[in-house]
């Protein structure tokens, strides 16, 4: 069993920081690709970062510049630090990771249970 934990959501004005914390824990052999999503009310869920094994990044335009993605591949432990928060950052952020849970297995998408940010003064 694989499990993924976010953590680090809150409440925050604009133009203030929160720093995400995403741990993995269980069966696990390697992992792939890791991700955030976020997803708010009546929105479609979307990409807000991507990190692969070999710490490569990926930023769509509209958090480029504010948002940091991370990992800790000795922990399984990723990070999103969000800087410069507007309202329309408001939303349910999941991490996600792909990950294979035995040698010669496949990879497999897996996802946190997402933790609320909302941006508001």
């Known amino acids: 069993q694989v499990q993924l934990v976010e953590s680090g959501g809150g409440l925050v004005q604009p133009g203030g920081s929160l720093r995400l914390s995403c741990a993995v824990s269980?069966?696990?052999?390697?992992?792939?690709?890791m991700g955030w999503y976020r997803q708010a009310p009546g929105n479609q869920r979307e990409l807000v970062a991507r990190?692969?094994?070999?710490?490569?990044?990926t930023y769509p335009t509209s958090v480029k510049g504010r948002f940091t993605i991370s990992r800790d591949n000795a922990k399984n432990t990723m990070f999103l630090q969000m800087n410069s928060l507007q309202p329309e950052d408001t939303a349910v952020y999941y991490c996600?990771?792909?990950?294979?849970?035995?040698?010669?297995?496949?990879?497999?998408?897996?996802w946190g249970q997402g933790t609320q940010v909302t941006v508001s003064s």
């Open positions: 269980g069966r696990i052999f390697s992992i792939g690709d």
């Open positions: 996600n990771a792909v990950i294979r849970t035995k040698y010669g297995g496949a990879y497999r998408d897996y």
């Open positions: 990190i692969n094994s070999g710490a490569s990044t």
